[in-house]
């Protein structure tokens, strides 16, 4: 089948979205799919353009004027996919449901192009709450258009156990992963310390400030063990710095609480650096605060990563790929501090080894979820 995987932005080789995407195509490929990547982004001249691959699509120019006209001029697009014969378009929801984009899809589905949208985590609309206020106005366009839009597609792709979203059926997967990069974790103890590990571009719904404020409640109680956290990513300075309505910032809680030496910040780390810090921590840490995005179930890519690698882990949403693991603790869904005790005694009688984690998410490699979406789309 002739493919067109639709982005609305570019790509950095060190952004985890951006992994994440390459690795969808590679499973389509793997499938035997005829692939073509679409993507937004700026030419080494400075020019806003639209890319198939190395190739430009359609140049906007510079300046103003080729902003807007890459937000309502998808012209390219069609003409594209008519021309090249393309059967199928992926587009990854970018929250950026317009007039023009929904014409664009219209014009698709009565050319007999069939289409379905991805939406990475649903309902979004709360992780917009502190974004500033330009960034707030494009959701609500999204609001008013989205439903046209989904229209027009065949389905909703989505990771949640949502049967409809936005008045279209949805296809459910979970993330997968792509096993040729994620390499089997190797832990080499030197003394009896916990170490732990959250791998994020933190925001408010990873909630690690509550994994700070255990640690603090259990160092404050006469808690011997030595438990260290490792955030490895991007934290924003509001994130770090600043009261926010869930808590103080991350820095007053390790302040209050003396951590300085038990919380490290790595930054953002890439492949043998980031596989450096993962050999040397036992246990890792997923979202602890997808609450208060209002989201209740969802598949997080990050969840599959840690079970790839072999290592266990917590987390507080629903995901029916993990919940009964017997290598996952569930944390509970509110803004209670974390057990960090609990933490402890778990990985005191814990016996699985890294493979034996891996091999229960086989089935959660992107050429077998992908190819779901193709199967359900196409029968």
Known sequence: MRILFLVYHGFSEHSGISKKIHYQVKGLRENGHDVRLCFYDFAKNGHRCRFIGNDVLQDYGVGSIAAIRQRIDFNCIYDYCVREKIEFVYARCFQNANPFLTSLFRKLRLSGVRSVTEIPTYPYDHEFDTFPWKVRAGLLVDKLFRNRLSREMSAIVTFSDAEIIFGQRTINISNGVDFDSIPLHQFLPIDDSL??????EVHLWHAYDRLIAGLGEYFKKGGKRKVFFHIVGGVHPDERYKANAFHPGLQTIIDKYGLGDKIIFHGTLF??????IFNQCQFAIGSLGRHRSGITVIKTLKNREYATRGLPFIYSEQDSDFDSQPYV??????????????????????QMNPDDIRKTVENLSWKIQMQKVIDEVCK
């Open 195 to 200: 170490h732990l590990i959250g791998v994020a």
């Open 271 to 276: 492949g043998d650096e980031l596989t450096k």
């Open 329 to 350: 603790i569930k944390a509970p869904a509110d803004e209670s501090p974390i057990d960090i005790q609990q933490i402890i005694d778990f990985m005191d009688h814990f």
